[in-house]
Structures are given as C-alpha cells and as structure tokens.
C-alpha cells in the first residue's frame, strides 16, 4: 500500500505516518494471512477487538482520559485506510466500535457512563454494537417504533433492530428508542438483561468475516443510569453517523488501493500475446483510472480530515465523500477483478472478497442513493425524500 501520486503524504505529519505504518504492519502480520478462510468460513477472526484495541484502533480520537489515544481526524482516517485494506469487516467492527458507541458515550454519556464503559471499549475487552436500523425503516429512522417508557424506578424498552454489525458478539447496544414524548434516546442496553437477545443473521455474501444480527427487546428493564442524558432527538444518532460515514469515507480507499496494486503488479507480469498484458491500451485505461479516482478520493479525504480537526465538516460534506469513494471503490474492486482474468475469481487474490464487502458498504450508513439526496437537499433546499 504505498500509492501516493500526488504526494499527499507531504501534508501528513510524522505521526500521522508513524500510526499509519503500525496499523500497515498490523494488518499485514495478522489479517491478510487469515482473511480468506475466515471469509469463507463465515467466520469473525479470533480475537480481533482486544487487538485493534492494543494497537489503539478503537476510539482513537477519544481523549485519553477515557482510555483513548486523542489522536486527530486524519490519524483516524488514516487507520480506518489501512484496516479495510485488511477488510472491510474488520474497519467495520473499529468504526462500530470507535464512532456509534464510544462516540455517543463520550458525547451525550453522563461522568459515570463514560468511565464505566469508555476504557473497557477502547481496549476491546468490552464489544458494542450500535441500534438504529428497525425492519420496517432503515433509510428512514425517524420511523422507528422500538420504545421506551418510564415506569418511575427504570424505563421499560419493546422493539426490535436488524441488520446490526456485531450484534451476535457484542456485550452492550447503544440503542435508540422514543419515548412517551415522542423523543428520541439512546439507552446503553447491556448483554444478560431479561428480555434482551441478539439473534445472528446468517448466509451472509458480504462482510462474510463480520458478525452481523438482531438486537430484540421484550420488555427489557432499563436502569436510569443507562438512559444518555444529553440526547433527545434524531440529532443524536445522525451525529454519530456523521464520525462513521467520515471513516468509511477514509476506509474505502484502502480496499481500492488493495486492488489497484493488485492488478498493477499482475498485469506488469502476466504474459499475453507475448508482452504483458500492462502493455495493452485497454488495460492502461483502466490502471490509469483506478489511480486517478484513488487521487482524488484522497484529495476529498484529506481536505474533509482538516475540516473536520477544525469542527468544521458539515455532515452533506461527508455525505458527499461516503458516496463518492464507496462508489470509487466498488468499481474499482470490479474491473481490477477483470484485469486478473480467471485468476480474479479465486481468493488468493482480494478482488471478489472487497467487491462483495463493499456491496454492504455502498449500503449502509445511508445508501448511495440517500447520500444523493442530501447533496440535492444541501444545494437545492428542497427536501426531496
Ligand atoms: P431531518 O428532519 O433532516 O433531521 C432530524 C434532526 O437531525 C438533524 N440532522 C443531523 N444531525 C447531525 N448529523 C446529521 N447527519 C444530521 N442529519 C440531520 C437535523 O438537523 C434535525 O435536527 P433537529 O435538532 O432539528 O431535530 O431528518 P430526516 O428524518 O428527514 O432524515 C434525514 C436523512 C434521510 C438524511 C436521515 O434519516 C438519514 O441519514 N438516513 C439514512 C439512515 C442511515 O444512514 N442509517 C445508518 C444506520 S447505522 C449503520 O448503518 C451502521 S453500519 C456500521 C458498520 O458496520 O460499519
Ligand atoms: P431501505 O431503506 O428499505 O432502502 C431500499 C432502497 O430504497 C435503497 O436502494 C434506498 O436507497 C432506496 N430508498 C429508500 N428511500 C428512498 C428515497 N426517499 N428516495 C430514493 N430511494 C430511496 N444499521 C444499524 O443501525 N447498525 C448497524 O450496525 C448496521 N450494520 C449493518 C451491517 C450490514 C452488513 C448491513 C447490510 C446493514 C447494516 N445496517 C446497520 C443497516 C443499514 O444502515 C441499512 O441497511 C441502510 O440504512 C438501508 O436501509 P434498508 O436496508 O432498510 O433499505
């Protein structure tokens, strides 16, 4: 992973390049020597949280006061890069973790909630996982019908999410219920409450070395002391998907550069017609492409990084960056699996596997097309929904 055409790495730090290359070797040594059969197993790899924790992928921009690294916007960006050029699953389960768990907990948490859960997460002894989507509104949230309603002792909580990263694995849920009100919460709900199960999605062909389920709840016995106190409206999450849809944004570029290395080094050795097939025009065309949309989706990530440092990334900029480099990735994974002819379907190489991933990705955390519309609503004014 090194492409850098427009020497982009001239305005990063040391540190930033430092961060980068711990998780590069992270990801070399312990994911892409496994990634394949635990795909194809369906299986999530053995022990990943405790190491993204020691490796400080897990909330790296909290403060380290609750067991984060206080590391800046691109330091996140940057590992979310290098950890889905492992793949995606594995980004998935650090900016599940990093940004929809930890990040609502440092935000809208009470004193107590955030040093109860903050540094467990941040060390991956504890997993969360993160409920807003219900079965009948995923685009749509501000449908949802999960409830809360307060008995005076505790809150009583009734409703079901789906399509949950980690849920099957996780040892709390940051869940978003209304209340009685009609406004929006977020309870910490916590693995072992009555009422409270996780079942497990299964035969999955995406995302295959993700855990991925249901969180339902049946009449589960919430403690006040795990209601968020700061949040009272759909703000609340959005604003957590805003830190999530930026290190996706971030994270996408290391699955393309995985394949456009790929298809580089295979096209400059495999032979055709007697010269490498790199020498024919229609092959360049598409490598000349591929490091051309990757320039410019680090352009986009690089700017929007600084934004964000300075508090001031507006969420349709990123929306707008989560569309684009998902959308530069995905084709990318596609006609870099071409380049490699036959040899692109086998999981020796990572195209098939990124390509499928990112069939979740361009889905979730709003969809290509949902991204569109709040471009449309951020430059029109006209809600069109
Ligand atoms: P709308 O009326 O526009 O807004 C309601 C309130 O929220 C505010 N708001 C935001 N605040 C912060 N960040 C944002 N991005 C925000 N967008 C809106 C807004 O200002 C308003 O505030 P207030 O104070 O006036 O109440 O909301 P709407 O109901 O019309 O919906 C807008 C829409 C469609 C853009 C939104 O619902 C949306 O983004 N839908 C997509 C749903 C989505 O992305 N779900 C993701 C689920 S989590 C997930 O997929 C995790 S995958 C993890 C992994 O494995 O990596
Ligand atoms: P729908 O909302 O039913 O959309 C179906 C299609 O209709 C899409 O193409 C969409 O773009 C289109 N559409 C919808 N509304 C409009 C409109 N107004 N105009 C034009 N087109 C429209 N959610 C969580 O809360 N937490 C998680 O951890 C989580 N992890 C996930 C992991 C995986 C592997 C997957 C696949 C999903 C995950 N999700 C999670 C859910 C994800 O956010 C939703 O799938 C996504 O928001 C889309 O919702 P939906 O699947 O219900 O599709």
């Known amino acids: 992973m090194a492409t850098d ?5 001239e305005l990063l730090t040391e540190e930033h390049k430092l961060i980068r290359q711990s998780v590069r070797d992270f990801v070399n040594q312990e994911i892409k020597p496994v990634i394949d059969e635990m795909a194809h197993k369906h299986k999530d790899i053995p022990g990943l949280m405790p190491k993204l924790g020691a490796i400080g992928a897990l909330g790296p921009y909290i403060p380290e006061e609750y067991g984060g690294a206080g590391l800046d916007q691109i330091s996140y960006g940057l590992i979310m890069q290098e950890l889905e050029a492992g793949d995606s699953a ?4 650090a900016s599940v ?3 929809l768990v930890m990040f609502p907990i440092y935000s809208f948490g009470s004193e107590e909630q955030k040093r109860k859960y903050l540094p467990q997460l941040a060390s991956g002894e504890m997993i969360g996982c993160f409920g807003l989507t219900e079965p009948n509104h995923g685009s749509n949230p501000a449908g949802m019908e999960t409830r809360i309603v307060d008995k005076g002792s505790h809150f009583l909580l009734n409703g079901a999410k789906m399509w949950i990263t980690n849920s099957p694995i ?3 849920a940051v869940v978003w219920a209304r209340d009685e009100e009609g406004k929006v919460r977020g309870v910490i709900v916590e693995r072992g409450m009555d009422g409270f199960t996780t079942p497990e999605t299964h035969n999955k062909w995406s995302l295959r070395a993700s855990k991925t389920g249901e969180l339902v709840f049946e009449n589960v016995e919430i403690p006040k002391e795990n209601v968020l106190p700061a949040v009272q409206s759909l703000r609340g999450p959005l604003s957590c998907l805003n830190s999530a849809r930026y290190g996706i944004s971030w994270g996408v570029i290391g699955a393309a550069i995985d394949c456009y290395e790929t298809a580089l080094k295979y096209a400059q050795e495999r032979q ?4 490498p097939i790199a020498s024919f025009q229609l092959q360049q065309k598409k490598l000349a492409e591929f490091v051309t949309e990757i320039t410019k989706a680090q352009l986009l990530c690089w700017r929007l990084g600084t934004l964000k440092n300075e508090d001031k990334a507006t969420p349709a900029q990123i929306s707008m960056a989560k569309r684009n480099n998902v959308k530069m990735a ?3 994974a596609r006609e870099s699996r071409q380049i490699m002819g036959g040899m692109g379907i086998v999981g020796d190489y990572p195209m098939m596997r ?3 991933n990112l069939e979740s990705v361009i889905t979730y955390e709003g969809t290509h097309d949902v991204h569109l519309l709040i471009t449309g609503h951020d430059i029109t004014g006209i809600n069109a929904f």
């Open 272 to 275: 055709q017609f007697g010269k």
């Open 97 to 99: 973790q990093s940004s």
């Open 330 to 332: 995905i084709d990318i």
């Open 354 to 356: 990124h390509a499928a």
């Open 170 to 172: 996780a040892d709390i």
């Open 90 to 93: 594995v980004r998935s389960s």
């Open 5 to 9: 055409y427009y020497q982009i790495d």
